[in-house]
């Protein structure tokens, strides 16, 4: 039995119960947080401050209404990455711990597209992107 979902647009692990009893467990464990998750996320930009919380409230499609939503991260590491398309372009990429204390769907992405910091292949973003460069 399924003891909870994962973000379509991420990887990792998936926990499972094999027993129902077993399952339940879990699932009681995952949903009053008594187990702690963490994801390693990597981000467009050279995010600062080094370590954060995130408090930004989230839309909930289903019920219509907005959700209080709460995002820890740190920074593990920063990068400089040269891209070139005829002309050298740097660009700055942050390798993150991320520690949602909530959990509400597409939260990690929602929050770092809030502050500037994209998530490399958050779709809405790089749709966003899209649009800005066919304005240009």
Partial sequence: KKVHTMDPHATGGVILGFHEY?????????DTHAVNTTFIALAFGKVTPSVGLIES????TVNRFWKEAQTCYRVLHHKCLVHTNNTAQQVWVSLLEVMP???????????FRTIGY???NDPEALQQQQQQQQQQ
């Avoid at 077993?22 to 995952?30: D, I, R, S």
């Avoid at 409230?57 to 909930?60: A, G, I, K, M, N």
């Fill in 118 to 120: 994209p998530i490399i």
């Fill in 101 to 111: 204390l909530t959990d509400e769907p597409s939260q990690i992405r929602s929050h």
């Fill in 57 to 60: 409230p989230l839309y909930d």
């Fill in 22 to 30: 077993t399952a339940n467990m879990l699932k009681q464990m995952y």
